[in-house]
């Protein structure tokens, strides 16, 4: 079985302003992702992120802001070495949609774990809120908390340090 860490979007990933980040220029790669990304990659973790993106029911933007975000990122890391195992976007948001795959819901992530054949002991999730912590413990999976914006590579250490 495979070994995998899952990670928040916006607040984790890229620079978030504390209102939705759905355009390419404002999209900023945190401090510290990119060495991380690659530590837990050369050590065998499979990368997935699961992100909230209900800015799509409300309206503000569109699967096509996202996705193209996506590939950015996406291309970012290959010039790093690193690939991306999967992305899992949740369009819905609960004040238009209820749905099973928003956070805290934990539908994503146990998606990924069948798909991936991941053993949920082995693996983390990584975000800046609550309801990322409830979404991994919902599918069995130790969730580390962070601040938002935080430089994670600390966390990073202590994941492969076991
Ligand atoms: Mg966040
Ligand atoms: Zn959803």
């Not at 096509?64 to 975000?69: F, G």
């Not at 099973?100 to 990584?126: Q, V, Y």
Request: proline share 3%; with cysteine.
């Amino acid at each position: 079985m495979n070994k995998a860490v899952f990670f928040d979007r916006d607040g984790v990933i890229n620079h978030d302003p504390g209102d939705y980040t759905y355009l390419l220029d404002e999209f900023i790669i945190n401090d510290g992702i990119i060495p991380s990304l690659k530590k837990l990659s050369d050590n065998g973790y499979l990368l997935i992120i699961i992100t909230n993106q209900g800015g799509i029911a409300k309206n503000i933007y569109t699967h096509d802001h996202v996705e193209k975000i996506h590939k950015y990122f996406i291309d970012e890391l290959k010039k790093s070495g690193i690939g991306l195992t999967e992305i899992y976007y949740c369009p819905h948001h609960s004040d238009v949609e209820k749905c099973l795959c928003r956070k805290p819901g934990s539908l994503l992530i146990e998606k990924a774990i069948a798909r991936f054949n991941i053993d949920p002991k082995k693996s983390f999730m990584i975000g800046d809120k609550q309801r990322d912590v409830e979404a991994a413990e919902g599918a069995g999976i130790k969730g580390i908390k962070v601040e938002l914006n935080e430089n994670i590579e600390k966390y990073i250490d202590k994941i492969i340090a076991g």
